[in-house]
């Protein structure tokens, strides 16, 4: 039964982590001068221990390149992506509106209760 909640949680997780996986780019963007999708991936396990697609990952980076938050060029044969002056006015949006978005998703789970 222990296995069987504590699986459970590490899906929740996952799936939560998914729903937000366009923000932590965008923040360790904002930390670095760039990453590549394979360095997303590799973060995301080390911190979390979720390994996402590939699919999820380059999906996200496409999507946040159209809508002009991060640029993506190429450099010794791979993509890399840095973040636009768009996406750290993002970043700082979303680190001082941090405690509304929380008490939103608080409000979304204490609802279904």
Request: hydrophobic share 40%; glycine share 8%; charged share 25%.
């Amino acid at each position: 039964m222990r296995n069987m909640r504590r699986e459970y949680i590490k899906e929740m997780c996952g799936r939560i982590f998914r729903s937000f996986i366009d923000i932590f780019i965008l923040f360790n963007l904002a930390k670095t001068s760039f990453l590549s999708g394979y360095d997303i991936i590799i973060k995301v396990n080390r911190q979390y221990g979720f390994l996402p697609s590939p699919g999820t990952v380059y999906s996200v980076l496409y999507k946040l390149e159209r809508d002009g938050l991060i640029k993506g060029q190429e450099m010794s044969g791979k993509r890399i992506y840095c973040i636009t002056e768009k996406g750290r006015k993002s970043v700082e949006f979303i680190s001082k509106n941090r405690s509304v978005i929380l008490k939103s998703i608080e409000h979304i789970i204490a609802s279904l209760t």
